[in-house]
């Protein structure tokens, strides 16, 4: 069975209320269309974790823009635009990490064919990385697991971890040249 569609008018209110500074009232707008949202998000990626993100990312955008809605027009269809722009969003940038790892994969490939060095220079490097990770701060192994290991987006992980995609980014960058100087210590030792 499905829950009924809630009336424009009751957005408007708490539309209003929002842009009159009571951000409290946010929170009545996201209990009326969470369970749209969340079916347009489950839909396509068909993982809890990430239509849970999918979900509080269109939201955080829906807060961000609610200026732009006009009263009077229908809050749901407006709400579920926003929801569909964000989940483009995030395919077009799963698409191009995917893209992104694929051309690693290849040229890493490519370099390891034509290496002639000994085999065990990737084992040294291997070793050094872990040794490396095992070193990194609580937060900062976790931002590397999520990205790497569970191959989470910036967006993602932001949502997550309440920050920007860009800096989540950022640390993730910092983190990484970290590591590689760390990789470069104790290969170079």
Sequence with gaps: MT???PTTPDADRLVAAVLAGDTAAYAGLVRMYEAEVWRIAAALLRDRDATENLVQQAFLDAYAHL???????DFGAWMRTVAR???RKELRTAAREDRRLATYRERLGERLRADDGPRDDADEYLTALRGCREELPGPDAELIRLRYERGLSFEAIGARRGQTPEAVQRMVSRVRFRLRACIEGKLGS
């Design 3 to 5: 829950e009924p569609t």
């Design 85 to 87: 722009n964000r989940l």
């Design 67 to 73: 200026g732009q809605y006009r009263p009077g027009t």
